[in-house]
């Protein structure tokens, strides 16, 4: 792809772009830029020119899961076995094709999570970062996890050293039923001071009660997306001085306000490490109500009186909500 098919792209797109190029060395197709339609049509006339081309030695016409596969009557290879040499050469093409296609795909879904963005950081991805990348990328065909993998893609893109090499290494190991328990804690997220947590509840079963099982928390920890220690707690310290601190899960904000001289007190939860914390920049949660209304009422419980409001945007760190703010009732 020469410099001048760059021109009309986004400032995200050329990036991207330029990032896929410098760790595959080439683009030999713009399929990064094709739309979905435009690419179906350049699909239909592919195999309407490999019918027209190949009618005379077709033998079978197949078509499975949106994929058409000619198989041509070649007397040939029917009469004589390949020889080693062709099998393998044959075997290493498949193998190539098959990455290729993975590579692909997980641009198109980058290029989607891209389009939206009308700038993203000047810094440039790490080289090292790049390679590793795209060395593990090809390898991923399961289309959940290619989805995933573009994600990451547009992520570093947009701000570099948003995700490390360790945590490529833990995704390429990552598999569906891991990355859909993960998905699941992701709904029971809550933050403070830009640090995510789960909230344990009133006892150990609480969050099993809403769908995360002891099981799913064994199971992060074991993988190193929860921490293992126990007896964690986020502390509110005791202030001379009236304090309101803000906490966010999904689409709420929460202040919390505590009076001067309120005894301390320390929510007990689970603690995401480093590589969870980044993997959770790439889940759009669904909020449990129930859940966020516990995790309120027992601060209500210890006098640190709570509030609820809808974020509209976030921009910089300052965030816009609804108005007025809004209490969780307790139960008659």
């Not at 195999?47 to 499975?64: P, R, V």
């Not at 939206?116 to 991805?125: G, K, L, Q, R, Y």
């Not at 969870?276 to 949660?285: F, N, Q, Y």
């Amino acid at each position: 792809m020469e410099i001048k098919d760059l021109a009309g792209l986004s400032e995200p797109l050329k990036k991207l772009i330029e990032v896929v190029s410098q760790g595959l060395g080439a683009l030999s197709k713009p399929y990064l830029i094709r739309k979905t339609a435009d690419a179906k049509a350049y699909e239909i006339k592919a195999i309407s020119d490999a019918i027209k081309d190949n009618h005379g030695n077709l033998k079978e016409i197949g078509y499975s899961e949106e994929k058409l596969s000619l198989m041509s009557l070649d007397s040939e290879s029917i009469k004589n076995e390949l020889a080693i040499e062709e099998r393998t050469k044959n075997r290493i093409e498949y193998k190539e094709q098959k990455r290729q296609k993975n590579i692909e795909n997980i641009t198109q879904n980058a290029v989607k999570n891209l389009e939206a963005e009308t700038n993203v950081s000047e810094e440039p991805v790490d080289e090292d970062w790049t390679t590793r990348f795209f060395n593990y990328a090809e390898d991923v065909s399961n289309d959940e996890m290619q989805d995933l993998w573009g994600r990451i893609l547009a992520g570093e893109i947009k701000q570099p050293n948003s995700f490390s090499l360790r945590t490529l290494e833990l995704i390429r190991n990552l598999t569906k039923i891991e990355a859909q328990v993960f998905t699941k804690a992701a709904n029971f997220v809550i933050s403070s001071w830009n640090s995510p947590f789960l909230f344990k509840g009133k006892n150990e079963d609480s969050l099993a009660n809403y769908g995360f099982s002891f099981e799913d928390q064994l199971l992060l920890t074991e993988i190193g997306i929860i921490q293992a220690e126990t007896n964690i707690s986020r502390r509110l310290s005791k202030q001379d001085n009236d304090s309101i601190l803000y906490f966010e899960s999904g689409n709420k904000i929460i202040k919390t306000s505590k009076k001067a001289n309120t005894p301390e007190h320390r929510i007990s939860i689970l603690r995401f490490s480093k590589i969870g914390v980044e993997l959770l920049k790439l889940i759009t949660p669904t909020v449990n109500d129930d859940y966020l209304k516990e995790f309120c009422l027992s601060l209500e419980t210890v006098k640190i009186d709570t509030e609820y409001a809808f974020i509209l945007s976030k921009n910089n760190g300052q965030i816009q909500h609804t108005e007025p703010w809004v209490k969780y009732k307790k139960e008659e």
